[in-house]
């Protein structure tokens, strides 16, 4: 599915989108504005599992984002934090390696740990019984869920996540991704927050579309100077996250040229959200900032948002795409048809 504007109605609403920027999403292949399922519909279901992956891609997006980590035995697999210990019980079932990286277990070891149940400790109001159980997925799982979405199959968006603890991943999704015949006809994008993996992308995928995550300080962004986080006077990590800024226009500016000399097609800015939130950080997104990655010929894809007010006031900004866990709800918000009902879609795959 290509969507360019989906409706008049949200033409009117996005008062900034410009021929320049549908013209840029042409150029990149990509739908405008762009959906992207963060981990699948992870706030209807377990992060990265197959139960939020069929809900994204029933509802309708463009793309199931995932992280990709490759396990001991070379297998990939999309998994989001450092560690497993967050949304699995592999301090039960490994206590002596709970806090090692993906890269110390075999996909055997990874697949006997329960990947679901956490989710309905954390979200009571959203728990099924039918979570529990569920397994961390294989990149050729994934694969297989897309490219099973009847009508609609989406595209992927794919997060090369610490990189550099796993040397090479670029050339084992290029050589995945071709095996399994997704770089001739199907819609990828590749995403990283490393400028060196982001240069071996482009050698391993030169014709791929590509996205520069963005993020200040860390070892990323030049950063304004900045008290360090205060629980005494700071109200939580959002607002802290709120006054960070990159050091200068030319520190920003140096990201997005770095984008540019490596074709990268978009970049993913973080952003303030008005709620606040454990999503809500730094905002990379200002219409300046979003102006001048138009103007080097880049598309702006943000980070990670779910309410209404926020895709109001991004769309304004010039934000030309998402990355929602909440996808019916931005598919609303554009005037896109969200295909099924969300129960009925966890019901039908049998969970």
């Known amino acids: 599915m290509k969507r360019i504007i989906l409706l008049t109605a949200f033409l009117l609403n996005s008062a900034c989108t410009t021929h320049t920027e549908q013209n840029l999403a042409v150029t990149a292949n990509t739908p405008h504005p762009t959906v992207i399922a963060h981990r699948g519909a992870s706030y209807d279901a377990p992060e990265s599992t197959r139960a939020a992956y069929i809900m994204a891609r029933d509802l309708g997006v463009d793309y199931l984002e995932l992280d990709l980590q490759r396990t001991k035995d070379g297998v990939l697999i999309a998994l989001h934090d450092d560690s497993l210990n ?5 301090a039960k079932k490994f206590p002596d390696r709970k806090d090692k ?5 075999t996909l055997t070891e990874i697949k006997t740990l329960d990947a679901g149940s956490w989710f309905n400790t954390a979200y009571p109001d959203r728990a099924r019984a039918s979570f529990a159980g569920l397994q961390i997925l294989t990149l050729d799982e994934v694969i297989d869920i897309a490219d099973s979405g009847g009508q609609h199959k989406p595209g992927l968006y794919i997060e090369t996540k610490v990189p550099k603890l796993f040397p090479g991943i670029e050339k084992d999704l290029r050589n995945k991704l071709e095996a399994r015949g997704w770089l001739n006809g199907h819609r990828v994008v590749l995403e990283t927050f490393e400028k060196s993996s982001l240069e071996l992308l482009d050698q391993e995928m030169p014709n791929v579309p590509k996205t520069l995550l963005l993020w200040v300080g860390d070892g990323y962004m030049d950063a304004a100077p900045s008290k360090p986080f205060d629980a005494s006077t700071d109200k939580d990590w959002a ?5 960070q800024q990159p050091k200068d226009r030319a520190a920003f500016e ?5 984008a540019v000399l490596h074709h ?5 800015p973080s952003v303030a959200l008005a709620n606040g939130g454990e999503q809500s950080y730094m905002d990379l997104a200002m219409p ?3 102006q001048m990655a138009h103007d080097k010929g880049l598309l702006v894809h943000a980070y990670t948002i779910d309410e209404a007010v926020d895709f109001e006031r991004l769309t304004k900004a010039g934000v030309d795409g998402f990355f929602t866990n909440r996808s019916d709800a931005l598919l609303r918000y554009i005037g896109g048809p969200v295909a099924q009902d969300k129960q009925a879609i966890l019901s039908a795959a049998g969970f």
Request: charged residues 20%; hydrophobic residues 45%.
């Open 239 to 243: 607002s802290w996250y709120a006054r």
């Open 288 to 290: 300046w900032m979003n």
């Open 86 to 90: 967050r949304t699995t019980d592999v």
């Open 254 to 258: 140096s990201w997005i040229d770095f």
């Open 101 to 105: 990286p993906v890269s110390e277990f």
């Open 264 to 268: 990268a097609t978009a970049i993913g």
